[in-house]
């Protein structure tokens, strides 16, 4: 993966408060941000986390959702 040279740790809470039509509904927690987003399905929770890890264009923008 070229371009991608972020080497420094992030941790997130996960709190899944239901799952509904076979899939995880909840929230996000980025600890080292104090930011924290709803998301409503699993891939929802996985490009949340790729955006934070910096594996998307987007890079932390799903994070800045109100």
């Not at 924290?36 to 923008?61: P, Q």
Request: no cysteine.
């Amino acid at each position: 993966m070229a371009g991608i040279n972020n080497t420094s740790e992030k941790t997130f809470i996960i709190d899944i408060k239901n799952t509904q039509n076979h899939t995880w509904q909840g929230t996000a927690t980025w600890t080292q941000k104090q930011k924290k987003v709803a998301f409503r399905s699993t891939l929802e929770l996985i490009r949340l986390l790729d955006s934070a890890a910096g594996t998307r264009e987007s890079n932390e923008m799903d994070w800045e959702k109100p």
